[in-house]
Structures are given as C-alpha cells and as structure tokens.
C-alpha cells in the first residue's frame, strides 16, 4: 500500500485535554484568508493557552511522538497540522465555529451587552482557553455582569498571559485593575500585592498611559487618606498623560479628580465646573466602564458631601436616561447606592428602599464600602418612616460593615426616647479628627436637633456657628437652607420668634427650590411653631397643615403623628 494511503487512513491518536488545546492552538492561523498561512509558533501557542514556552514544546514533542512526525526544525510544526487536520484531530469547522463565538463576544463589548459578552467569551473559553486579550474583555463582562469571582479569575489569568508573553506594560495595567477591585472587597494584603507588582513592572517602562492609571490608583488612595494635595499631583499627571497619549479615559479622570480636590478646597465654583465636563464625556459614552462609573461615584460624592442634590439628581437621570450608550443599565450595585440619597432627598423613598435593598444585594460579594452606605441610607429611609427597629438593623449592619452610620444612629436614639445615649452618639462622631469641614457639616444640623432636646443651648450655638461658617465658605444653597434651618430652630428654642420665623421662612423656600421635600416639610412645622409664638394661629394652622400633606405623601409617620397633634392643640 502507497505511504501516502496509509497516512489517510490513519486514524487520530488518543490525545489529553491539554495536548488537544495545544494542537489546536497549532492549527488556529490556518483559518485566515491569506495564501500563505503557517502554523502557530511556539510563542503564540503559550500565549494563547497562557502557559510557559517550555510547557507548549514538552506538549509538542509528545504529539509528534503520537503523530509519528519524523520531519526536522519548523517544518516539524507544519506536518503536524497537516496531520491533526487530515485524520480529523482538529476540525477546521469546530475552529470557525469557536471563531464566531470570539467575534459575537467583541461584538457585545462594543455595544456594552455584558450578559450576551459574558456568555460568548465563556462558551469559547471552554472550548479553548481564551489569549490574554480575550481573558481581559471576559473579564469585564463578568464584572458588569456582576460575576465578581469569575471576573477576578479572568483577569489573574490575563495578567499571566501578559507576563509571559513579555507585556509588561498591559500586565500593569491589569494588576492595577486587580488592585481596585481587591481594596473594594476590603482584601487589603492582596491589593497591596497587586499594587507592588504594578509599580514594579512599571519602574523601568517609558511613561506613558500605563504610569496614567497608576497615577489613578495613587489618587483613589490619596482620597481615602484625605492627601488632598498629592491627589492633586496625581490627577494633574492623569491629565497631562491623558491629553499627551489621547486616552479619554485618563482626561476625564484627571478632570475628576482635580474638581474633587478644588470642591473639597472651597472652590465649588471650578471644581463643579471640572466635574460636569467630565461626567459630560461620560455620560455621552466616551468613556470605558470603569471610567464611567469612577467619574459618575465621585461627581455623586462631591454633590451629597456639599448637599448639592439637585445637580446629583440631574445628572443621575442623565446617566440613567443614557444606559444604552455608558453601559450602566441598571446601575451596578455602588453606582445605585448613590442614587438611593437622591431618592432619599426628592421623597422618592419606595424606590429608594428598593434600590437600597438592589444595592445591597449587588454590592455585598464586591464592595463592602458600598454595601455599607446602602444600609445606612436604608436605615435612614426606615426612621423617617418610623420604622425604629428595621433603622437600628440596617445602621448596625452599616456599622459591621466599616461605615460610620451617623447622624442616623443618633437620631435614632433621640426618637428612641434616649437624649442622653444621642449626645454621646453624636458627639463621638464628631471627635474623629480625621472630618474634614464638609464631612462635619453633614452631621452638625443632627448635633443641633440632638443637643437642643437635652437642653444642651451651648452645645448647640456652638454647632450652628460651625456649620454657617462653612456654608459661608462653600456657598451652596443647600448648606445654607441647612443652616438658615439649623438657626431657626435655635432661635425658636430661645424663644426669638421673629428671628426664628425669617430663618425657616429662608430655609423652607430653599428647601422647596432645592426638591428636597422632607426637609421642606420639617422646616414648615418648625416655622408653625414660630407663627405660634407670636401669636399668629392663622400663618400657624396653615404650616401645619401644608407640613401635615408633604409628611403624609412621603409616609413619614413621626412627624405626620407629631403635625396631626399640634393642629388639634391650634
């Protein structure tokens, strides 16, 4: 019988999972349309099964072993291919088949549907495992699929196959991802790990965008440290690399970052400037996903941390109205904890509790920082309802969660009946010397509510001082309703009904501008009780009873109980 019939008929050796990953690896390059198309390399083969050269050349030799290939050198490569296809160990078809899983997979990606990339990437990945490119998109439609697990996994395993294809700069880049993601779920010894790889990979690199995302991670440590002057530094190096590399991404953080800073300085005017332009390229979708949810959280936390609802509303409907071009459909779990405070703030607190509960549930296996806020702001939606116990729960698990669940706590003391354990609660939260200006101003109007009930007059002058300077000094108009609020309440202790009544009137009317219903309604009773004081029952009954409808449509039972009660005394 010819050599050339005994070949044909021979039949596929029995060959291992991992021999018939390499094999087909070997033969992949021969699906392309060129006309003269050879077989992968060794070097392309580890690549894309991410593994050592030597593990792909030990693989080879035992298929040309089981293959009886006798030829020398490269050609050796090429008659192995020849023969996997011929006896029908590698199917040209099953390659174009998984081919086409690849491309729908990029296909989702770029229309940012995570579910449909996830499950591309995944089947093809079974198949054979996915290049370092690949791994890294897999990666990305499990994060925002929310599959943590399965997106760290993928994104280890494109870190390995950048390292051993040489990639230094991607491999960084990676590991910086990595970083991120591992301070979020508060394993700090790995993030620190990753963090060391991805400065020691980057050492002796040429700047470019790599040291840009670097620049990134120095910044969102600089935050949490409170180093306002060093996450200047960085986001000035964000966006001198971001502009000079045409990298949008590091633009828009860079953009960012230096409005927090000029926020958290004072300088509300420009630094609310910065961030709008970057949440504009957000918004607009020009931006990767990890970048569009970092700008849209710190646009958020300037807003509440200034009080500024009513930009945070704005441009929460803007990101939600523009899902299909950010990609955020749904907002992911930290994302949708921010927008919980600005349903809090309109009154909107079905939904809020819903989202806070969503937020939770998302966030819990990924972002314990976030799942921690969402219980506070849970918390604060169940004690405006009444829901005393349902508050104390949600606060305390905020709490075993790392996050400070004031001024809630101690409010929730003072419906409690508990003065004194209020005082204590509060006052402890404003020891930390780590509060900044507009961190303490967010609990002072609570410190005024608190000490007044104790009959704490001093404690409560001194709050209100405070916090007019500050709102002197950011001059936004929700930290001066707060304010003005704050005041009024004093003066109406005092028993200055006039000035009490110019103070809420001021913080009433703002609050109403402001679409901040609650605490317009809790201005209105406060303003009743001045028209009272002087006598005007009239102005008095009609507070109460425009208070008396706001509490009841929002349902907080507290203060529509307490309205209810002073009407029938009028």
Known sequence: ???????????????????????????????????????????????????????????????????????????????????????????????????????????????????????????????????????????????????????????????????????????????IGLTIHYVARRDLSVAAGWYQKAQRLLEPEEVGREHGYLALLNSLFGEVGGDWDGVDDEASRMLEIGRREGDADLEALGLTFQGLVLSRRGDVVEGTKLLDEAMATAAGGGLSMLATGIVYCRMMCACLDL?????????????????????????????????????????????????????????????LA??????????????????????????VRAHELGFTPQPGMSLLRLAQGDAAAAVSSIDSALADSALDRLARARLLPSKVAVALAAGDASGAREAVAELEETAETYGLAALGAAASHARGQLELAAGDADEAVARLQSAQRSWQQLEAPYESARAQALLAEAHALRSDRESASLDLAAASATFRRLGAVPELERVTARLAEL
């Not at 609802?309 to 749904?330: F, H, I, K, L, P």
């Not at 799942?371 to 169940?382: H, Q, W």
């Open 370 to 395: 976030h799942t921690g806020l969402a219980s506070y702001e849970l918390g604060e939606i169940r004690l405006r309802r009444g829901d005393l116990p349902g508050a104390e729960a949600a606060f």
């Open 307 to 367: 009080l500024d609802y009513r930009r945070a509303g704005e441009w929460t409907d803007v990101v939600d109205r523009c899902a299909s071009t950010t990609g955020m459909g749904g907002f992911p779990g930290d994302c949708r904890t921010h927008r919980v405070a600005v349903l809090i703030a309109r009154g909107a607190w079905d939904d809020g509790e819903r989202e806070a509960l969503l937020a939770c549930d998302e966030a819990q296996t990924f972002d």
């Open 1 to 175: 019988m010819p050599q050339e019939d005994r070949i044909e008929d021979r039949k596929a050796p029995e060959l291992t999972r991992r021999e018939r990953d390499v094999l087909t690896a070997l033969c992949r390059p021969l699906l392309d349309d060129e006309l003269f198309t050879g077989p992968a390399s060794v070097r392309e083969i580890a690549a894309a099964l991410v593994v050592s050269d030597a593990a792909v050349k030990q693989h080879l030799l035992h298929l040309y072993d089981k293959f009886e290939i006798r030829e020398a050198g490269s050609k050796r490569r090429v008659e192995l291919a020849r023969e996997a296809i011929r006896c029908g160990a590698v199917s040209l078809q099953d390659l174009r088949v998984r081919e086409s899983s690849l491309a729908a997979g990029r296909e989702a990606v770029a229309r940012r549907d995570w579910e449909a990339a996830f499950e591309q990437f995944s089947a093809a990945d079974e198949d054979e495992p996915l290049g370092a490119d690949d791994l890294e998109l897999l990666a990305e439609a499990a994060l925002w699929s929310d599959r943590h697990d399965a997106s760290f996994a993928a994104h280890e395993r494109a870190f390995q196959a950048h390292t051993r294809a040489g990639d230094s700069r991607r491999a960084a880049v990676v590991a």
